[in-house]
């Protein structure tokens, strides 16, 4: 299996844009999670996907960030619009069990918005 | 406020030496405690986890010391190699409640040859 896949890798916008983060997870794995990561607040989870229905979107920063899950294989995090503090590395992990399978990340799209 | 304290920030070991990473909680609902192993440009790693049920779990040259009465838990790396030198993630978790996931801060390790 290829793993986890993110798309774009690198992302560069300009504040005020819409910014879409793309995510393929391991094909068979029932949950999806995404992940932002800064060096000031370190990796936070934002929203988990259990069969393709969002279970928990607590940590979703605020009404500009959205998340969806069409169908088992593709999930996108959309921003609108974006700001600068938006910058940051955004990762996707799957996983087929909740908490003990381990979850597998994907490489990240690191986000800069100008 | 942060859920999870994890200390030091970076380390620095020589080849052969052991790394040790510390992490501390205050929430007694935590349940399942994993470490994770991050390289430059990468994702972070599942490398070890722990239950409170055991005071300590080894795998290899790594191995989860773990203090549920001083709600502690910590990473050994025993004879550190310049290969494992990367960013360290503690974790915990409720398992019931999934959603109550927090990492640690991280730990960057440098192990000099």
């Known amino acids: 299996d290829a793993g986890v896949i993110q798309s774009p890798r690198h992302e560069v916008t300009e504040m005020g844009q819409e910014v879409t983060l793309r995510c393929k997870p391991i094909?068979?794995?029932?949950?999806l999670f995404w992940y932002r990561q800064t060096m000031m607040r370190g990796l936070e989870l934002l929203i988990y996907?259990?069969?393709?229905?969002?279970?928990?979107d607590s940590g979703m920063p605020e009404d500009r960030f959205s998340a969806k899950m069409p169908n088992a294989s593709f999930s996108t995090l959309k921003i609108q619009p974006s700001e600068p503090r938006d910058s940051a590395v955004y990762f996707c992990?799957?996983?087929?069990?909740?908490?003990?399978?381990?979850?597998?990340f994907g490489p990240g799209t690191r986000l800069l918005v100008l | 406020q942060q859920q999870v304290k994890q200390s030091p920030q970076s380390l620095i070991v020589q080849k052969g030496g052991i790394s040790i990473i510390n992490c501390a909680y205050e929430?007694?609902?935590?349940?399942?405690f994993p470490w994770y192993q991050q390289f430059p440009g990468k994702g972070p790693a599942l490398l070890i986890a722990?239950?409170?049920?055991?005071s300590e779990k080894k795998e290899g040259r790594f191995t989860i010391s773990f203090n549920k009465s001083a709600k502690q838990f910590s990473l050994h790396i025993m004879d550190s190699q310049p290969g494992d030198s990367a960013t360290y993630f503690c974790?915990?978790?409720?398992?019931?409640?999934?959603?109550?996931?927090?990492f640690g801060s991280g730990t960057k390790l440098n192990v000099k040859p």
């Open positions: 722990i239950r409170p049920d055991v």
């Open positions: 996907f259990n069969n393709n229905v969002p279970i928990d």
């Open positions: 929430n007694t609902a935590f349940d399942y």
């Open positions: 974790a915990a978790i409720e398992s019931y409640n999934f959603n109550k996931f927090y």
């Open positions: 094909s068979g794995h029932d949950y």
């Open positions: 992990a799957s996983s087929r069990l909740a908490v003990e399978e381990t979850q597998y």
